[in-house]
């Protein structure tokens, strides 16, 4: 079992939606949670970062993290053809890169 | 402001061939990292530095070496290329304390080993 599972997809939506995109991961010491996004041919640019539980909002992304269930989303309102990349969670024990695990990643488009 | 700077962008390598791939970073932060990303794969860390002089493996070091002489330069050396190393590789930097999750990638280097 991979420390952290994130689908794939590709997951495709209409421009407007509401896209959900999850992982699970099997380490219960992971305290920071991270979303990262990238668009094809670039680096990842970080676009959510929450320490332990709860819910965190920043324009039309929210994420969320339920510690108790290993499970943590990223919620896209109003999807645009510009949110078109591909999202990777990451999660760590403590701080430092070196810690850190990257979900797999999914990708997303969102048609005009 | 040019944050995480690598080159070359692409590369071809024959098997057996050796090259080092350069990154540097203007932001002062201590820790740099290697990252190859292959397909399905996820992100996968070769090696880190915490400050210049020091290093470590990550997950997938074989195959590679690094240097840090300076803050700002974090080198990645393949020796004896094989294809297995074909791969997008990612240099990234973060500074220390809460910082230290937040990772600043470079724009990659594709890598081919034919």
């Known amino acids: 079992q991979k420390e952290v599972e994130q689908d794939p997809g590709p997951l495709s939506v209409p421009e407007g939606a509401i896209v959900s995109l999850n992982c699970t991961y099997s380490?219960?010491?992971?305290?920071?949670f991270m979303w990262y996004r990238q668009y094809s041919r670039k680096g990842p640019e970080l676009l959510m970062y929450?320490?332990?539980?709860g819910n965190k909002e920043d324009g039309r992304f929210t994420a969320q993290v339920d510690k108790s269930s290993k499970y943590i989303s990223l919620f896209i309102r109003d999807s645009q053809p510009s949110d078109s990349a591909t999202y990777l969670c990451?999660?760590?024990?403590?701080?430092?890169?070196?810690?850190?695990?990257f979900g797999a990643g999914t990708r997303l488009f969102v048609k005009a | 402001n040019a944050g995480v700077t690598q080159t070359p962008k692409f590369r071809i390598l024959k098997i057996g061939q050796s090259m080092t791939l350069q990154c540097a970073q203007d932001?002062?932060?201590?820790?740099m990292y290697w990252y190859r990303q292959d397909p399905g794969m996820g992100l996968k860390l070769i090696y880190y530095?915490?400050?210049?002089?020091?290093?470590d493996k990550g997950e997938v070091p074989n195959g590679y070496n690094v240097s840090r002489s300076t803050t700002e330069d974090f080198p990645l050396r393949l020796e004896l290329a094989a294809p297995s190393q074909t791969s997008v590789y990612f240099c990234?930097?973060?500074?220390?304390?809460?910082?230290?999750?937040?990772?600043?990638f470079g724009a990659g280097s594709r890598l081919t080993v034919l």
């Open positions: 990234a930097s973060s500074s220390t304390g809460v910082g230290a999750n937040v990772l600043t």
């Open positions: 380490n219960s010491a992971f305290q920071y």
């Open positions: 929450t320490y332990s539980s």
């Open positions: 990451a999660m760590s024990e403590g701080t430092g890169g070196f810690k850190t695990i």
């Open positions: 932001m002062n932060h201590n820790y």
């Open positions: 530095s915490v400050g210049a002089g020091i290093t």
